[in-house]
């Protein structure tokens, strides 16, 4: 009886030295994000908002891409389902967030 390979689904693992690239970029841009902070009397708040957004975007891509092996050469059509789904989430989660924070501040002024 030969057993039969196991077959992989979806993106191949990565090196240390991918995990250690992607670490080493999710460190600075959290850096970046905390020195944004501490200039913060130097900067304008429009400035300092925009810098820790555009972070946080990039710290996102680099999660995705680095640590979960999502993008575009993935096979697989479940990972970029996943990926959705997540995304509706969680603007579900921020777009209700903000709404009762807007709500609560417009009823408390």
Avoid at 66 to 91: E, Q
Wanted: aromatic content about 10%.
């Amino acid at each position: 009886m030969n057993p039969t390979p196991m077959q992989r689904a979806g993106a191949a693992s990565g090196s240390f030295k991918s995990y250690l690239t992607g670490f080493i970029l999710a460190m600075v841009l959290t850096a970046v994000s905390f020195a944004l902070v501490a200039k913060g009397q130097e900067l304008s708040r429009a400035t300092i908002l925009c810098g820790i957004f555009g972070a946080a975007i990039l710290q996102i891509l680099v999660h995705l891409h680095y640590f979960l092996h999502l993008d575009r050469a993935s096979t697989t059509t479940w990972n970029g389902l996943a990926l959705i789904l997540t995304l509706l989430i969680m603007i579900l989660f921020v777009g209700g967030t903000l709404w009762i924070m807007f709500d609560l501040n417009v009823r408390m002024m």
